[in-house]
Each structure stands twice: as structure tokens, then as C-alpha cells.
């Protein structure tokens, strides 16, 4: 079974630090790009970041651009984002989610079930 | 970036009956777009790529039409398990976005 497993959501002060993770099961990991998408409580989605199959390729949205890094580590078929300077509007259950393309962007076919990331004193 | 609106933000219907839910993106996009289905409690599931393609494992009874910046999704016949919120989400290039959502409750 293909499976997305995501780990390491906190509650976190504001202006720290956080490293969340995701692990794949039952596919070939770097057949794939990935990425990273958030949900506010109550919210809608809001895509965060994307990784070229080989880590390469890596792209953020505006709101997170020089405070959040996103990298891979095919070997152990895992997905990381390191997240600085955290803001009470960065608080949301992230998902880890699978692109359907390898060197480009595309639909997502394959989501966790998300790790929550809560940013307040 | 391009925008994604997506209307109604709130459809309530009844079993059996159509929905039709509508995505309009701010400039053209082709074909580039995908719709995603959300249950209670539980995680997006891709219903829709390459704006009328069925993913894998979806039934029929989902479709997806349009093309540029007018985008639908019909669900023929609802059923109980589709009441839920519906995203669209553009891929045309890589400042994806996704649509505010349309949620479909039983009337």
C-alpha cells in the first residue's frame, strides 16, 4: 500500500524553529516530486513548497520564502521542512503529498494524514 | 500568482440529485488544473487532473469539464459520502494555488 506518514508537529513559540517529516512506503520515492501543503484550522488548503525528484528543484510560496527550507533524503525515502522564524499564522496541520510528476509540477495523487504545527507563547 | 474562485462557497442538495461546481482562474491555465475532494476529518483525495481526467480509483459519477478559466466539476448523482468541501488547484506553473473551496451539504 502506497503511503504518505507525516511526523514531528509542536507546539513552538514565535520566532522558533521546527523540523517536520514525512515518510513514503510502497512506491518508488524519487519517481516523484514532492511537496508540502498546509490547512489553518478551519481553513482551506494553501500549498507551501515543492522538491524536484532529486532535490534539485525546490520552490516556496510567498509567505514562506527565507524562513522555510525544504529537502529530501531519497536513501531513507523521506521528505523534510525546517521551518525558522515561525509565526502564530504559520500554525496549521501540514501535509506531505506526492506530485504525480517527477522533474515538474502537477496534481497531487498521494496525501498523509498531516502533522499539526502550533505557534504560540 | 493566479487566483482561483471557486462558486458556490456553499451548495446543499440532496441525494440523487446533480452538482455542478464552478472554478474560474484569474488568467488562462489550458487544461493545467485538478480537483480535490475533502471529507470531515480527513485528508484531501485527487478526484480530477488535466481539468477532466479521473484519477485513479474515482467513479464516474465525477467529471470535470472547461478549459482557459472556466473550470467545472458535476457529480451526476450524489451520494451520502459525497458531501464534503471540493478544492480546485491550478499547475500552470509553480506558484500553485488552490481554489477557497465549495462545500456540498444535504439539503
Known amino acids: 500500500e502506497e503511503r504518505l506518514v507525516e511526523s514531528g508537529g509542536l507546539v513552538v513559540q514565535p520566532g522558533g524553529s521546527l523540523r517536520i517529516s514525512c515518510d513514503a512506503s510502497g512506491f518508488t520515492f524519487d519517481d516523484h516530486a514532492m511537496h508540502w501543503v498546509r490547512q489553518a484550522p478551519g481553513k482551506g488548503l494553501e500549498w507551501v513548497a515543492l522538491?524536484?525528484?532529486?532535490?534539485?528543484?525546490?520552490y516556496f510560496a510567498d509567505s514562506v520564502r527565507g524562513r522555510f527550507t525544504i529537502s529530501r533524503d531519497n536513501s531513507k525515502s523521506s521528505l523534510f521542512l525546517h521551518m525558522d522564524t515561525l509565526r502564530s499564522a504559520d500554525t496549521a496541520l501540514y501535509y506531505c503529498a506526492r506530485d504525480r510528476y517527477s522533474t515538474t509540477w502537477g496534481a497531487f495523487d498521494l496525501w498523509g494524514q498531516g502533522t499539526m504545527v502550533t505557534v504560540s507563547s | 500568482e493566479i487566483v482561483m474562485t471557486q462558486s458556490p462557497a456553499t451548495l446543499s442538495l440532496s441525494p440523487g440529485q446533480r452538482a455542478a461546481l464552478s472554478c474560474r482562474a484569474s488568467q488562462s491555465i489550458g487544461s493545467n488544473l485538478a480537483w480535490y475532494q475533502q471529507r470531515p476529518g480527513q485528508s484531501p483525495r485527487l478526484l480530477i487532473y488535466g481539468a477532466s481526467i479521473r484519477a485513479t480509483g474515482i467513479p464516474a459519477r465525477f467529471s470535470g469539464s472547461g478549459s482557459e478559466t472556466e473550470f467545472t466539476l458535476t457529480i451526476s448523482i450524489l451520494q451520502s459520502e459525497d458531501f464534503a468541501v471540493y478544492y480546485c488547484?491550478?499547475?500552470?506553473?509553480?506558484?500553485?494555488?488552490f481554489g477557497g473551496g465549495t462545500k456540498v451539504e444535504i439539503k
Open positions: 488547484q491550478h499547475y500552470d506553473n509553480w506558484r500553485l494555488t
Open positions: 522538491i524536484t525528484w532529486d532535490g534539485t528543484g525546490t
